[in-house]
């Protein structure tokens, strides 16, 4: 696979803002269901250095998908345990898409004004070019941890309606699951998968941005 530096140097940018965003929000919402052990931890931030696992790092760079160091929650202390391993683990995907639809709204405005001031300008081609890697990298990592697989949040979501017999039994093999899916991402036997995955929701978010198209043409076409 190739990639050139500038490619490089924006995939590093997005990462240091993709992952602490994921991971603070877990312990946010871990936090407010009852659990306060990342807070304490010094997890609740978005300081890139609390949450820095340099071969996570490294797969976010040159794969667009990677992880930081896990954050601890106690499911004994959440009112309710199941809901609440549950909702920590959704909130770090849905912070990355949270930051896509953001950045997918920021991109076309960037774009609709190359039509105006910004036409040619430098800032607008590496803005452009930022905000697209944020919304590519941004979804990729959201959709690789809804994966339903340990030590995925997804896996975690399924606590909820897994029999907790079942979930544990499962669990018990996390960390050879983890590294059958290390090497299976090495080797790109998840590329295609994940790109229909990653596709469907791109158009997703593209249909939830198309207001900002029907603004801009209207302001262009006045």
Not at 44 to 57: E, I, K, Q, S
Not at 108 to 118: A, C, D, E, R, W
Not at 151 to 170: C, E, H, M, T, V
Request: proline residues 5%; glycine residues 6%; hydrophobic residues 55%.
């Amino acid at each position: 696979m190739y990639f050139n530096m500038s490619s490089l140097v924006y995939r590093a940018a997005v990462m240091l803002i993709a992952i602490p965003v994921h991971e603070a929000a877990h312990a946010y919402v871990s936090w407010k269901l009852g659990d306060g052990t990342a807070k304490a931890m010094g997890r609740m931030t978005l300081n890139p250095v609390a949450h820095f696992d340099l071969m996570g790092a490294l797969c976010m760079i040159f794969a667009g998908i990677g992880w930081a160091k896990p954050v601890p929650t106690q499911a004994f202390r959440f009112r309710n345990p199941k809901a609440g391993m549950a909702l920590t683990a959704l909130a770090g995907p849905a912070s990355n898409l949270l930051v896509a639809f953001v950045s997918a709204i920021l991109y076309k405005v960037v774009t609709y004004s190359t039509y105006g001031p910004l036409a040619g300008s430098l800032l607008a081609a590496v803005l452009s070019t930022f905000l697209y890697y944020m919304i590519i990298m941004n979804v990729s990592l959201a959709v690789f941890n809804l994966l339903p697989i340990p030590p995925f949040d997804g896996s975690r979501i399924l606590l909820a309606f897994l029999p907790q017999k079942w979930y544990f039994r499962l669990m018990q093999y996390e960390q050879y699951i983890f590294i059958a899916m290390f090497v299976i991402l090495m080797l790109g036997m998840l590329d295609r998968p994940m790109g229909a995955l990653n596709a469907y929701a791109l158009g997703m978010l593209d249909r939830a941005t198309i207001f900002v198209d029907k603004i801009a043409w209207a302001i262009l076409g006045a």
